[in-house]
């Protein structure tokens, strides 16, 4: 089992940033990849970031590339969104998930749990 939690969210405005994090516990943090993922109402859940259990793979979204970063820090069972030159169309809730899998994956399906969820809201 694995609990995950995030934080970081908000209302800001266009063009500032904003940093995401999101603590897990339960199975050893260093075992497995993680993911970002943001969704809005009525709309199938995106994939916005992932990174391998290492921190030494990263994938992003052509969305968010080259504005958003994705760390992890294994001594702190914690993974992080940087957010950068917010836009309003970053506007949803942001996920957090665990993929405990060899492979990291980039879709919903490849990722086994799940946090509550943050809203970062992005006023223009």
């Known amino acids: 089992q694995v609990q995950l939690v995030e934080s970081g969210g908000g209302l800001v405005q266009a063009g500032v940033s904003l940093r995401l994090s999101c603590a897990a516990s339960?199975?050893?943090?260093?075992?497995?990849?993680m993911g970002w993922f943001r969704q809005v109402p009525v709309k199938e859940r995106e994939f916005v970031a992932a990174?391998?259990?290492?921190?030494?793979?990263?994938y992003y979204a052509d969305s968010v590339k080259g504005r958003f970063t994705i760390s992890r820090d294994n001594a702190k069972n914690s993974v992080y969104l940087q957010m950068n030159s917010l836009k309003p169309e970053d506007t949803a809730v942001y996920y957090c998930?665990?993929?405990?899998?060899?492979?990291?994956?980039?879709?919903?399906?490849?990722?086994?749990?799940w946090g509550q969820g943050t809203q970062v809201t992005v006023s223009a």
């Open positions: 998930a665990a993929d405990l899998s060899h492979r990291i994956g980039v879709k919903a399906g490849s990722y086994d749990y």
């Open positions: 339960g199975r050893t943090f260093s075992s497995y990849h």
């Open positions: 990174i391998s259990w290492s921190g030494g793979s990263t």
